[in-house]
């Protein structure tokens, strides 16, 4: 079975662009979280889709969204990017939302905004 | 609110030797699970290990072990027979019922170095 594929995997962008992250989960998982690492923060939730229904969100702002697909694969978008936004982003996904389902991560994207 | 607490920013151990990796947590949730995930450098979040608060027995996975004292609010990871592999960062996380179906809380990890 298939891991979980996040594309790009590195990506450079300048202050104020936008950029699109992509996940792909694992066959058959329909649950797909986003988390952005640094090293000051560390790992801090971003949101989680659901049926192509944002089921959660983390403390962040509009600037970040998401969305999924009917085939679960999901898209985070980040406008107006700030220097602060270089971070890794980690996409993970799960069959659904029960306790016990760990939640299968994908390799990343590591983001550098100059 | 849920909070994971790691207090090894650093760990150090002789291959072969077991290891204990530290997490204690905060939570109103009566119902919560408690996962490891290990991060290597390559930045993939691997997962190890899960306890559900309802379990009376700890978990095991080859060779991690979770040592779960609920009255304590404690999870820690025991890795035993280290290997050189095993040199990583540990993250502790939760998650439970009342803040939602899929957010982790993570601690702040313990970086181990297994040394030959």
């Known amino acids: 079975k298939a891991g979980v594929t996040q594309t790009p995997r590195y990506l450079i962008k300048t202050r104020g662009q936008q950029v699109t992250l992509s996940c792909s989960p694992i066959?058959?998982?329909?649950?797909v979280s986003w988390y952005q690492q640094t090293p000051g923060q560390g790992l801090q939730f971003l949101f989680e889709y659901f049926s192509e229904t944002q089921r959660n969100k983390g403390n962040f702002p509009g600037r970040f969204s998401g969305r999924q697909f009917s085939n679960s694969r999901s898209e985070m978008n980040v406008s107006t990017l700030e220097l602060g936004d270089s971070a890794l982003y980690l996409c993970?996904?799960?069959?659904?939302?029960?306790?016990?389902?760990?939640?299968?991560f994908g390799p990343g994207t590591r983001l550098t905004v100059t | 609110a849920q909070k994971i607490t790691q207090t090894q920013p650093g760990m150090f151990v002789q291959e072969k030797e077991a290891v204990t990796l530290d997490c204690t947590y905060d939570t109103s949730d009566q119902s919560y699970g408690l996962f490891w995930y290990k991060q290597p450098s390559s930045g993939e979040m691997i997962f190890l290990i899960y306890q559900g608060s309802y379990d009376e027995q700890n978990a095991t996975e080859g060779r991690y072990s979770l040592n779960f004292q609920k009255a304590r609010k404690s999870a820690n990871l025991v890795i035993s027979a280290s290997q050189l592999g095993d040199s990583a960062m540990y993250f502790c996380a939760m998650r439970g019922v009342q803040t939602g179906a899929n957010n982790l809380f993570f601690g702040t990890g313990t970086r181990l170095t297994v040394i030959p």
């Open positions: 066959s058959g998982h329909r649950s």
């Open positions: 993970a996904s799960s069959l659904d939302g029960a306790l016990s389902y760990e939640q299968y």
